[in-house]
């Protein structure tokens, strides 16, 4: 099984500024990592999938980066609505594993 | 607009059985395989089961293997999860989700599963 750790748990990060979120894979899953969204009560939205292509309707300060083990979700300049908890997710091997989850907070 | 609709959560005893099903809509269904993620109150997500578009494979987590079963009528355009033996531990949103493909996969809004005495 591939274990998925994402880094940092929480991270705090003004409005305006630059977030990075890690994500680490046990083993490559090539370009098979997506990341999500998720907020309170809500289902999970998918930013990106591929390691790096936009899922539709993404705007364009969500960028992934990344291949083999180790990933990045940026987040350029944050908005208010960007405050949330993201999850990665590998679907190179089954079981497909999900991160632990990074919560991004207001600083 | 592509829309999954997942039905039939509720309270059930431990050692209870419950079917769950996902509909789906806006898409060609016989063409997508399927998953099961779900995800347990303050929790992460935890990918549960997948089929393949025409049911030729399917796959179980450990936590859920030989008590889950998926299924599929692509005629229906649904999915369906029978859960048995269910346990505490099952209690969790189960979100259907259609597998990646070229354009993503597209995620349903989740039905909820308490296991309870």
């Known amino acids: 099984e591939i274990v998925v750790t994402q880094s940092p748990v929480t991270l705090s990060v003004s409005p305006g500024e630059r977030a990075t979120l890690s994500c680490r894979a046990s083993?490559?899953?090539?370009?098979?990592l997506a990341w999500y969204q998720q907020k309170p009560g809500q289902a999970p939205r998918l930013l990106i999938f591929?390691?790096?292509t936009r899922a539709t309707g993404i705007p364009a300060r969500f960028s992934g980066s990344g291949s083999g083990t180790d990933f990045t979700l940026t987040i350029s300049s944050l908005q208010s609505e960007d405050f949330a908890v993201y999850y990665c997710q590998q679907y190179n091997k089954r079981p497909y594993s999900f991160g632990q989850g990074t919560k991004l907070e207001i600083k | 607009e592509v829309q999954l609709l997942e039905s039939g959560g509720e309270l059930v005893q431990p050692g209870g059985s419950l079917k769950i099903s996902c509909v789906v809509s806006?898409?060609?269904?016989?063409?997508?395989?399927m998953n099961w993620v779900r995800q347990a109150p303050g929790k992460g997500l935890e990918w549960v089961s997948f089929?393949?578009?025409?049911?030729?494979?399917?796959y179980y987590s450990d936590s859920v293997k030989g008590r889950f079963t998926v299924s599929r009528d692509n005629a229906k355009n649904s999915l369906y999860l029978q859960m048995n033996s269910l346990r505490a531990e099952d209690t969790a949103v189960y979100y259907c989700a259609t597998a990646f493909n070229y354009d993503g996969a597209y995620w349903g809004q989740g039905t909820l599963v308490t296991v309870s005495s």
């Open positions: 083993q490559s899953v090539s370009s098979n």
């Open positions: 806006g898409v060609t269904f016989r063409d997508y395989s």
């Open positions: 089929i393949s578009d025409s049911s030729d494979a399917m």
């Open positions: 591929g390691a790096s």
